[in-house]
């Protein structure tokens, strides 16, 4: 696959590589995450410090030292949940580089996430997160990565659903993945219904 560099060309691996994300919950439920290499070495994390709307409507993804690498924002109003992803930590007046909404194919839920600075590129996002059971795929149907339920090798156990694999292709950014897995546990968290595709909006919207 060719390189591109969206959020960070650092997290863009030569290859495939498998992340494990991990939910925090110290003080509230859905606090924030943090993201480990193979090795155990910390490459990701993301902080909330309370459960209010702006937490749930806006994060940002950090890298192992604190360094604000992208930011998610629920754009408002939006009938599907739109998100939009801004480089850094946003600013007043920024615009964002890309936008994720939900979508309908035929009978099953997707996800589709557009890229402003480069029009006609865009990646879809099928299966099911809150089964930890997803695929990003690019314009061409390549997979670029996945999320998947996280087996503990020495048990070979299925560990919980808040630990987590999220596998990088070669050439992909891994921030911007993991900026995908931020949106998508946004909206998984928003909807109160699931059905077989990604997820489902409610009832009632804004």
Known sequence: MKAGVVVDDGFIYAEETHLTVMKTSLFFANDGFTVYDCKGELVFRVDSYGPDTHDRDEL????????????????????????????????????????VRRSSIIGRSSVTVEMYENPGEE????????????????A???????????????TQVMLGKDVFSLCVKPGFDGAFAMGLVLVLDRINGYDNFEDNGVVVDPPTEE
């Open 60 to 99: 940002v993804l950090m890298e192992a030292h604190g360094k604000c690498l992208l930011t998610v924002r629920r754009k408002r109003p939006s009938l599907h949940q739109r998100w939009e992803g801004y480089v850094g930590e946003r600013m007043e007046g920024q615009k964002p580089i890309f936008s």
């Open 123 to 138: 990646y879809q996002i099928e299966g099911n997160f809150a089964q930890r059971c997803c695929t990003i795929f690019n």
């Open 140 to 154: 061409t149907k390549e997979s670029v990565a996945e999320i998947r339920r996280k087996v503990d090798a020495s």
